[in-house]
């Protein structure tokens, strides 16, 4: 049996943020309207014209700008918290995968009783949550049509909370948002969406017809739009392209989870706070080589629709093509990653069994260390 499940209402409509007002009919039922974003987001203006038209459509909207990457649990119950005490109708997550995965868990906590801690792990949300629209800025998370969130916990863990109440009740997508993104967001986050539709497509437990289809599509999208958008940072029409290759991405991985590649880049952002679509850029094509020999005719399949070549080695150096006409980073020592942190970042790669039970060929602490090393 096969299942697959997605966000059931999904808009695309380039300068479509700046009508917000439109775009929350028949969510919100108060009239009060909490907004999830960060700082970056709220100094480039990008929510400005939104929040305007809200308020001269007459709703209270209460912003909180303080989420950072990698979201400490801690922000996520001051935010449910003050979601609680403004008595919010909507929660709205505006900005990149930290502020959607934030406005995700605390519509849940603002919605019920339970606690943060036992909503950690697979389908262990319970409560009813509050009404949540999910507008992306960068074209990487798909986030946005996930069931997924990612929180840290303590000083570096990483837990995730993945369950159906996270999926959104709406989502839109606007390209113009991501017009002003820098080129080196715009690639990593760009090779984080490939890294999720090609994770999607060799994940051996839950891959199915349809994240089959949607991750060859996103690949697409993604392959032939990524290095223009870098290069062409006001092509709309590419911008558009990378959004709703991220989106499909999205959908792929959120019913056919992610793998190895995942559990190796979290501890590059947990302990050194590397964005996560660069973590994923860094260590993806040594896990494809070490994936190879169980996972090379899914790699060959990919290789062959995108017109690449006929085998898994042509999709491991579209990768590097990639990576290399984008300029993102190669190395860990080019992030401040040195020799003496990989067998810490291992032992935490290693404990990320929600992620590893994925992959396509078993993972080792030995290839783990591998990995690591090679691409100091």
Same mark, same amino acid.
């Given at each position: 049996?096969?299942?697959?499940?997605?966000?059931?209402?999904?808009?695309?409509?380039?300068?479509?943020?700046?009508?917000?007002?439109?775009?929350?009919?028949?969510?919100?039922?108060?009239?009060?309207?909490?907004?999830?974003?960060?700082?970056?987001?709220?100094?480039?203006?990008?929510?400005?014209?939104?929040?305007?038209?809200?308020?001269?459509?007459?709703?209270?909207?209460?912003?909180?700008?303080?989420?950072?990457?990698?979201?400490?649990?801690?922000?996520?119950?001051?935010?449910?918290?003050?979601?609680?005490?403004?008595?919010?109708?909507?929660?709205?997550?505006?900005?990149?995968?930290?502020?959607?995965?934030?406005?995700?868990?605390?519509?849940?906590?603002?919605?019920?009783?339970?606690?943060?801690?036992?909503?950690?792990?697979?389908?262990?949300?319970?409560?009813?949550?509050?009404?949540?629209?999910?507008?992306?800025?960068?074209?990487?998370?798909?986030?946005?049509?996930?069931?997924?969130?990612?929180?840290?916990?303590?000083?570096?863990?990483?837990?995730?909370?993945?369950?159906?109440?996270?999926?959104?009740?709406?989502?839109?997508?606007?390209?113009? !948002?991501?017009?002003?993104?820098? =080129?080196?967001?715009?690639? @990593?986050?760009?090779?984080? $969406?490939? #890294? /999720? %539709?090609?994770?999607?497509?060799?994940?051996?437990?839950?891959?199915?017809?349809?994240?089959?289809?949607?991750?060859?599509?996103?690949?697409?999208?993604?392959?032939?739009?990524?290095?223009?958008?870098?290069?062409?940072?006001?092509?709309?029409?590419?911008?558009?392209?990378? !959004?709703?290759?991220?989106?499909? =991405?999205?959908?792929?991985? @959120?019913?056919?989870?992610? $793998?190895? #590649? /995942? %559990?190796?880049?979290?501890?590059?952002?947990?302990?050194?706070?590397?964005?996560?679509?660069?973590?994923?850029?860094?260590?993806?094509?040594?896990?494809?080589?070490?994936?190879?020999?169980?996972?090379?005719?899914?790699?060959?399949?990919?290789?062959?629709?995108?017109?690449?070549?006929?085998?898994?080695?042509?999709?491991?150096?579209?990768?590097?093509?990639?990576?290399?006409?984008?300029?993102?980073?190669?190395?860990?020592?080019?992030?401040?990653?040195?020799?003496?942190?990989?067998?810490?970042?291992?032992?935490?790669?290693?404990?990320?069994?929600?992620?590893?039970?994925?992959?396509?060929?078993?993972?080792?602490?030995?290839?783990?260390?591998?990995?690591?090393?090679?691409?100091?």
């Amino acid at each position: 049996m096969h299942i697959f499940k997605t966000v059931s209402d999904i808009r695309i409509a380039p300068g479509g943020a700046a009508k917000l007002d439109l775009f929350v009919e028949g969510l919100c039922t108060n009239k009060r309207i909490a907004i999830v974003t960060d700082m970056g987001v709220r100094k480039l203006g990008l929510m400005d014209a939104g929040v305007a038209a809200l308020s001269d459509a007459g709703y209270d909207v209460m912003i909180y700008d303080q989420v950072v990457p990698d979201p400490p649990d801690s922000i996520v119950q001051q935010i449910a918290n003050d979601m609680r005490l403004f008595d919010a109708g909507l929660v709205i997550g505006f900005g990149g995968g930290s502020p959607m995965d934030t406005a995700k868990v605390a519509a849940c906590l603002a919605g019920s009783d339970q606690s943060l801690e036992t909503m950690y792990g697979v389908d262990q949300v319970k409560g009813p949550r509050l009404p949540l629209l999910l507008i992306p800025t960068t074209s990487g998370t798909g986030s946005e049509v996930t069931n997924v969130a990612i929180l840290t916990t303590g000083k570096t863990a990483k837990k995730g909370v993945v369950s159906d109440p996270l999926y959104a009740d709406r989502v839109l997508l606007d390209a113009e !948002l991501t017009l002003g993104l820098p =080129a080196s967001i715009t690639a @990593s986050t760009g090779i984080d $969406a490939m #890294v /999720h %539709a090609i994770e999607a497509y060799t994940s051996i437990r839950l891959k199915n017809p349809i994240s089959d289809a949607l991750a060859l599509t996103a690949l697409r999208k993604l392959r032939n739009n990524i290095v223009q958008a870098v290069n062409e940072p006001t092509n709309i029409d590419a911008r558009n392209e990378m !959004l709703m290759g991220a989106m499909i =991405a999205g959908q792929a991985f @959120s019913n056919a989870p992610c $793998a190895a #590649v /995942h %559990a190796l880049a979290y501890p590059l952002g947990g302990f050194f706070h590397v964005p996560h679509g660069l973590s994923n850029a860094l260590v993806l094509t040594e896990v494809m080589k070490y994936n190879q020999p169980e996972a090379d005719h899914w790699y060959a399949e990919i290789a062959s629709d995108l017109g690449v070549g006929q085998n898994g080695s042509s999709l491991v150096d579209e990768m590097l093509r990639i990576k290399a006409e984008t300029k993102v980073p190669t190395r860990l020592h080019e992030v401040n990653i040195t020799a003496d942190a990989v067998h810490m970042m291992a032992d935490d790669a290693m404990t990320k069994d929600r992620l590893l039970m994925n992959n396509a060929r078993e993972m080792t602490h030995e290839a783990v260390v591998k990995i690591y090393e090679t691409i100091l």
